[in-house]
């Protein structure tokens, strides 16, 4: 192939470099575009066909069902790895030794107390608000507590800012589902593993212990792993550009967070859920739903389904669904909800809408069943999915500012009124 790309405007021709990734994907400079062609851009809504950056974190490949984090398997991440190695992979591009892997545990242990004032705020917010609303506040209320910016030439201080969020954010999460349901505000206990201690910081009762059952402990450690980094995502796109401007680790987060919670996003395992629950109601009738996601006038869409980049099965959703068959068997929990998400599986994999748009069942569709068995509340599923992501997008937030790109401004076409001269009010 030519290690080049030719484009012809009015009959001049502009050659622009190719460049070739490490799994032979192949991309076109167009960096010096605008000042070749004297002010031509490309447009491209969405990103469909623009890449925003060299990235050596997460491999995906749509059209085969291809994950990776620095070069390892989803697969055999989520059989042989746990969630804090999985952590340091992705932002450290190694898999820890043993060493140095209890130095990182230790060092995320001991950030893991918040500001007692960070109740304060956790106070005001009223029942009612959505957990991903009070976690994207309290994510980026943290700098005010941490107010020293990083210096990201020092190895030193980002390797601490990193060890402090990844210490304080379960903090966050399990407060934001406490203060939901009305439960005292309680810390972690640092003789646990990093996944136990979440759960116990969620529901450690106010009048009892907490027995760790390791059903639960695996099922979330493998779904942390499964959400840990997916590349240049709606979410880590906007940590990115936010990091871009040179703020802060946890207020990038916090818009990360943001981000997430859209039903087109990470919302989409509340979202799948509560379809799954108005199908139950609606006796089952997964056609009616089928019919609706297929009408172009309804904007109902499949939650769950599609996917911007695969065009194969999500490898997530294959390990997960899995997943929801040993977890709910294991738990001895029966949920009518398992047997709808199958049943519209099927349909779907034979319907010629879903199948001729390359439609597949992804990572959201069967992480709210699992979730659900655990005693997760549907509105703390996103929130789940952010603590699992929370490494991705330190490691791509860490990348980008490391390699020090350029801050993230997009160009745009302008279509709107050209000059006009202005009327006083009178004359409008
Ligand atoms: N149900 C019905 N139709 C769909 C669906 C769906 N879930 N997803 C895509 N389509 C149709 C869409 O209407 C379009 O049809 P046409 O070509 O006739 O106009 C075609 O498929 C292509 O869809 P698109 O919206 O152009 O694709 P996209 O890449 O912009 O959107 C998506 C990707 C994930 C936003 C979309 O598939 C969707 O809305 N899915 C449901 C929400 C969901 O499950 N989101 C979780 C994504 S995975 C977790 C994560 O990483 O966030």
Redesign the pocket.
Known sequence: MSNKATLEIDGKKYEFPLIVGTENEVAIDVKSLRSATGGVITIDP?Y?NTGSCESAITFLDGEKGILRYRGYSIEELAEKADFLEVAYLLIFGELPTQDELDKFHSDIKSHSVVDDDIKKILEAFPKSAHPMGVLSSLTSALTAFNPTSVDVDSEEEMYNAIVRILGKFPVLVAWTMRKKHGMPLEYGDDSLGYVENVLKMMFKSPNGDYEQNPILVNALDKLLILHAD?EQ??STSTVRIAGSSHAGLFVSLASGISALWG????G?NQ??LEMLEAIKEDDGDTKKYMAK??D?EDPF????????VYKNF?PRAKIIKVAADEVLSQLGVEDPILDIAKGLEKEALEDSYFVD?K?YP???FYSGIIYRAMGIPVEMFTVMFALGRLPGWIAQWKEMRTKKEPIGRPRQLYIGETYREFKTIKNR
């Open positions: 969405g469909k997916h995502n709606c039903p087109l996003h990470g989409a979202a799948v996601a297929k172009k869409r499949l939650m769950g389904f599609g996917h911007r999500d748009r439609l992804n990572v959201d």
